[in-house]
């Protein structure tokens, strides 16, 4: 959450710079956004806007940057203090001379305020953020890196800080606890930002910060410290095969990575599934195998936490190993029992997630096996597990997960059936399932042919101010993942429930102004979801079902969207990309950002 940015380089060119940055940092907060550059003459300008980057980029629109080299940005996911201007970040010391941006929370800033007003220092935000340079500025002892190590031992918390002094328009200097960053080297510049991807075609090299570094970075060095000596950090080389993700012909991120699952889900099996030969290839699998796991802990947040329970339902009924599902932000602060015969799963998109991270290092300081399931290379999350499956979905730009989560249900149904085929899978299920993936992308690309059948009929309930999303056995989780996006990108209230129950009080809701979708491809449990929606009927309430094809009961049903369905284990993924769709036209038809719904950010690096 908050993107933080910096730049050093050529004169003229930081306002661009830095505004570019933040465009590409959006995704981590846009309630508003903000930069300050300098010059050698020891002039800096502050411009802060509330709203997204285009609202600072209109403003600063007809100023002149000529001079200015060095800068720094900010994109804000608003913590402490409202959406205001006074509030957004940078942020300046008492006397002008130093600037900050920060990504993260400072628990103790009302210790460090009171004691800061009692010297009469006065402060000009409610932000926590403030309080980090006018208590650098209080302690400065004319060394960039002795003060921030005297800094950093009075703060607690989070923090990505970085620093701009107006007397020294050839430094950038700050610190990082918990929150991501990254030194990049370009050929005339160098940067620094929360976001390695955001320095693609900027940099040749870059560098992975990691907690408790101080870093200072001028034109040709720079200089990090870790526990009080020089660190000695490795340059890592771009990779040149990562490019930005641009939006092609579509109108937005959502409906382009809704459109790319088809593709994705050939990525994510390559080289892992052979479908001629029926073998399954992953040497870290391979390592797992030989570990004797008889339990697994899945630990995640939100969309990543509902690909847990598909993926307790894979492993428990193909692979025979039980499994638990705990969201990250319960798990951290639960009494673990951390045992050599378990395995530890840390499912997270961003792999920045800090109730995962945070737990994973539990778990391992413990001495558990841990085990990532993670779609950015390089994050905190996958260099901390150290082994994992990468879900390869690509950026996944959308604050709403869509393919990163049917990458993840697809790395737990590839594990599933690893652990499953040395567990006694039985073999025609096994090679069942292995044709059914094979088939998968053909069938999705064939489903996302009704996505305009799919928005007539979404927008007929576009108007609804509260759904029941209705399944039983993993359908339930596929009506859990959806009524979360349907929260999330059309700020309707919704909730997921077991069909069956209903009946035991929440049935009360039901009228004719509270519809309820179904989800149910036809299985043993279609008729007691049929009787579920009779009774649903019979006291007015509207149903809508998201089902199979050859379904006989249409009568009951107020709508239907139908699809082919494929084997039980594989109808999920057909059924998430239907919600999606859903969820996206009803959001779309009431105006919503769907690429940046309100009030949220793309990575959660705050408690
Ligand atoms: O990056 P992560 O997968 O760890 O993120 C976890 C959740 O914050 C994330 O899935 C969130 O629920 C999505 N915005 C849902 O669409």
């Known amino acids: ?20 940055g933040l465009q590409r940092l959006e995704y981590r907060g846009y309630d508003s956004a903000g930069l300050c550059v300098v010059d050698a003459d020891h002039h800096t300008r502050v411009i802060r806007a509330v709203g997204k980057v285009n609202n600072l980029r209109v403003k600063t629109d007809s100023m002149d940057f000529s001079s ?72 400065f002892d004319g060394d960039y890196q002795s003060t921030m190590t005297r800094l950093v031992q009075r703060m607690h918390g989070a923090y990505g800080l970085v620093f701009i002094d107006r007397d020294n328009s050839w430094v950038l200097f700050g610190t990082k606890k918990w929150s991501p960053m990254v030194l990049g080297f370009g050929t005339d510049a160098r940067y620094i930002s929360s976001d390695y991807r955001s320095l693609i075609g900027l940099i040749d090299d870059y560098i992975i910060l990691e907690d408790g570094d101080i870093f200072q970075i001028t034109s040709d060095n720079y200089q990090i410290l870790s526990e009080g000596h020089l660190a000695d950090r490795t340059r890592q080389i771009v990779d040149e095969s990562e490019k930005i993700a641009e939006l092609g012909d579509f109108p937005n991120f959502m409906l382009k990575e809704v459109f790319e699952q088809p593709r994705v889900l050939e990525d994510v099996f390559r080289g892992r599934i052979d479908f001629s030969s029926y073998s399954l290839h992953s ?91 993670v779609n950015v290379p390089g994050s905190a999350i996958s260099r901390a597990a150290g082994q994992g499956l990468f879900t390869r979905a690509g950026t ?99 909730e997921a429930y077991s069909s069956g129950e209903l009946k035991h009080g929440s049935i009360a809701l039901i009228d004719a102004e509270f519809p309820s979708l179904m989800i149910n491809w036809g299985g043993i449990l279609s008729p007691k979801n049929a009787s579920s929606a009779e009774e649903i009927r019979a006291r007015g309430g509207k149903v809508v079902w998201i089902i199979a094809k050859w379904d006989t009961n249409k009568h009951i049903y107020a709508d239907t969207i139908e699809f082919d369905s494929l084997i039980s284990e594989l109808n999920p993924f057909l059924e998430v990309v239907i919600l999606q769709l859903w969820a996206y036209h009803i959001a779309n038809s009431l105006g919503r950002d769907v690429d940046k719904p309100r009030n949220l950010a793309k990575s959660v690096t705050v408690e």
């Open 1 to 20: 959450m908050c993107g933080v940015f910096g730049y050093l380089g050529q004169s003229g060119q930081a306002a661009r710079e830095v505004l570019a």
């Open 68 to 139: 200015f080299s060095t800068g720094i940005g900010h994109t804000r996911w608003a913590t402490h203090g409202g959406i205001t201007e006074a509030n957004c970040h940078p942020h300046t010391s008492q006397s002008g001379r130093f600037v900050v941006i920060h990504n993260g929370i400072i628990e103790n800033y009302a210790d460090l305020k009171a004691e800061l007003i009692a010297k009469w220092y006065t402060f000009q935000s409610e932000t926590d953020t403030e309080v980090t340079v006018q208590l650098f500025e209080d302690m």
């Open 396 to 494: 996944e730009v959308g604050v709403a997960s869509t393919k990163a989560f049917v990458t993840q249900v697809a790395c737990f149904l590839f594990l599933a059936l690893y652990l499953g085929q040395k567990n006694g899978l039985d073999y025609r299920k096994y090679r069942e399932i292995i044709d059914g993936i094979s088939k998968l992308p053909e069938a999705i690309s064939t489903l996302l042919l009704q996505n305009e059948a799919i928005k007539q009929v979404a927008e007929k309930y576009a108007h609804s101010h509260n759904f029941f999303y209705l399944g039983r056995a993993h359908e339930l989780v596929i009506a859990m993942e959806w009524s979360l996006k349907l929260k999330e990108l059309a700020y309707i209230h919704s």
């Open 283 to 373: 040497d870290t699998l391979a390592h797992i195998a030989t570990l004797g796991i008889k339990r697994i802990t899945v630990v995640a947040s939100g969309t990543s936490y509902h690909s847990g329970l598909l993926g307790k339902y894979y492993l428990e009924e193909l692979a025979g190993i039980p499994v638990d599902v705990v969201v990250s932000t319960e798990f951290k602060y639960k009494k673990k029992f951390v045992t050599p015969d378990e395995l530890y799963i840390f499912v997270s998109q961003s792999g920045e997630t800090i109730d995962t991270l945070d737990s994973l290092k539990i778990v391992k300081e413990q001495g558990g096996h841990v085990f990532g399931i």
